[in-house]
């Protein structure tokens, strides 16, 4: 590997690592936290994946839907708070100035893109959304997904060129960094959960579908007078399975989302060749070390 594609393909690992990790405890303690505590909520656990999501449990003294739905919403408004932000006020031609932008329009990317798929198909901070709106859910849901895709397609247009700019063969040369990058944090992210295989955050990223699936074949079971074969069991479950289909929304926004990046990238500008400075790669090494640390302690604690 070349020697400047290895030091983009180090400055995105690491500003993926510090825009999670930083991301995830401010969703998760500030924006959940934060809200439940507003509610007179005693939060009673929290779990911060190192490399993953994480989840936060809490007690209202009285319960009403409008304070949770205060409390699960919260999480995705800090990060399009914080994005907007970012993206908006982070002014600059340097490098730095312009990683700055793309992180924030990557916040609000993440955060709509939750907020859509979730409403949509009801898991996650979108699972009260899904079930209050009911048919409602779907225009919400596509308004998300727009902005999602206008994230991405400034987002990209934003950043591209300008990271392109530091290495030789730019079409190439970012495109493997941008693969090796997100290889990376995306199999630090998936290694982790099937090692910690946490039921809380399995239970809730399951879509509304698996959970009504699992609830009509468990009541089929103990209907059953005989015993039931492995097989009686399979063929049930398809059939539920059949009975409740779904619309590919998650695939429809995705490729929605591929096109965007597609057409920024186009759109995007073509500096003149520039080298990534020491300073900066350093500054994002510390800064990405410095949070995975953060959340391990946090960890620790709960």
Avoid: N
Avoid at 60 to 77: D, H, N, Q, R, V
Avoid at 91 to 110: D, E, K, P, T
């Amino acid at each position: 590997m070349r020697k400047d594609v290895f030091r983009l393909t180090v400055l995105l690992a690491c500003a993926a690592l510090a825009t999670s990790r930083l991301g995830l405890i401010g969703h998760e303690l500030v924006g959940h936290g934060g809200a439940a505590l507003l509610c007179g909520a005693r939060i009673s656990a929290v779990q911060l994946f190192w490399f993953a999501g994480g989840w936060i449990r809490y007690r209202l003294p009285e319960p009403s839907f409008a304070s949770a739905l205060f409390i699960t919403m919260a999480g995705i408004a800090l990060e399009l708070v914080v994005g907007l932000v970012l993206a908006i006020f982070a002014r600059g031609a340097s490098l730095g100035r312009h990683i700055v932008r793309g992180i924030g329009m990557a916040l609000v990317l993440h955060a709509t893109w939750y907020l859509a798929t979730g409403a949509f198909h009801g898991f996650g901070d979108g699972l009260l959304l899904y079930r209050w709106l009911g048919g409602a859910r779907i225009p919400v849901a596509i308004a998300a997904g727009l902005v999602t895709c206008a994230a991405t397609f400034l987002g990209a247009r934003e950043v591209v060129g300008t990271l392109a700019s530091t290495v030789s063969r730019r079409f190439a040369g970012t495109l493997l960094a941008f693969v090796l990058a997100g290889g990376f944090h995306a199999a630090l992210t998936i290694s982790e959960l099937r090692l910690r295989r946490d039921p809380t955050y399995v239970e809730t990223m399951k879509p509304e579908r698996e959970r009504v699936i699992a609830q009509e074949l468990a009541t089929w079971e103990k209907a059953q007078r005989t015993q039931i074969t492995p097989e009686a069991k399979r063929v049930e479950a398809a059939k539920i399975a059949q009975a409740h289909p779904t619309f590919p929304f998650v695939w429809i926004l995705a490729l929605c989302t591929a096109l965007a990046a597609f057409l920024g990238i186009v759109k995007t500008k073509r500096p003149a060749p520039q080298s990534i400075p020491d300073a900066l790669l350093v500054r994002f090494v510390v800064l990405a070390v410095a949070s995975v640390g953060l959340v391990i302690a946090i960890s620790s604690l709960g």
